[in-house]
């Protein structure tokens, strides 16, 4: 059983349109994360949600707007998507509120093509 | 605000043989934990090991192992006897309390 999973792996869409992304864990972790790894493979953390709570939120556009329905899933939806958005993203999760001190899991990533 | 820096973009090494790669980072927080992370081409990110600040014991995991020196906010790994498979991008990242700050990367390539 994969621990973190993302849906859909790859995206291509045309700039404008609205797209989401999906994320579960079943490692019964309380804290999400989405990263964003830009072309030079740079990665860096967008949002942080414990227990559906969001914890961090960095400088972020507000067309990014994730969601937490439970503990287990963290989605993330953007909206009037641009060029600069392609880039593959990551969820990851982690096991206490604390959890920038515990080891992190990754899900596999979404690569996105904004066309 | 912390950072992470990995001074070697890319690296190559004969399989078999031992390399290192280097990584520093900068904080004022006196409670943290640095990590190794490897992205194979198949782009899933790996934990390869994880040294908590607290402890003087160097962090070790098969053929891998670190060498922290925290006076100096330094952070190696050391990949002995490499092989075809360790061929990724590695990432040293730091949390303290608050997220997980990675490195550039160093792109590793082990030739047979």
């Known amino acids: 059983d994969t621990a973190v999973s993302q849906t859909p792996k790859y995206l291509v869409t045309q700039m404008g349109n609205d797209k989401s992304i999906k994320c579960e864990q079943n490692?019964?972790?309380?804290?999400m994360y989405w990263y964003k790894q830009d072309s030079k493979k740079f990665l860096k953390i967008m949002f942080s949600?414990?227990?559906?709570?969001?914890?961090i939120n960095e400088t972020v556009p507000n067309r990014f707007s994730p969601k937490s329905p439970d503990k287990a899933h963290l989605n993330l939806h953007i909206n009037s998507l641009e060029l600069g958005d392609s880039a593959v993203y990551f969820c990851?999760?982690?096991?206490?509120?604390?959890?920038?001190?515990?080891?992190?899991?990754f899900g596999p990533g979404t690569r996105l093509l904004v066309l | 605000a912390q950072t992470v820096t990995q001074s070697q973009p890319e690296m190559s090494v004969q399989e078999a043989e031992t390399v290192t790669l280097s990584c520093t980072y900068d904080?004022?927080?006196?409670?943290?934990?640095l990590f190794w992370y490897k992205q194979p081409p198949s782009r899933q990110m790996i934990l390869v090991i994880r040294?908590?600040?607290?402890?003087?014991q160097n962090a070790t995991e098969n053929r891998f192992s670190v060498n922290f020196q925290k006076a100096a906010k330094s952070f190696s790994l050391k990949i002995s006897d490499s092989q075809l498979g360790d061929t990724a991008m590695y990432f040293c990242?730091?949390?303290?309390?608050?997220?997980?700050?990675f490195g550039t990367g160093t792109r590793l390539t082990i030739i047979p």
């Open positions: 949600y414990n227990n559906k709570e969001l914890i």
């Open positions: 904080t004022s927080e006196s409670n943290y934990y």
């Open positions: 040294q908590e600040a607290y402890k003087q």
């Open positions: 990851a999760s982690s096991p206490r509120e604390r959890g920038a001190q515990e080891t992190q899991y």
């Open positions: 990242a730091f949390t303290g309390y608050e997220k997980l700050t």
């Open positions: 490692l019964g972790h309380d804290t």
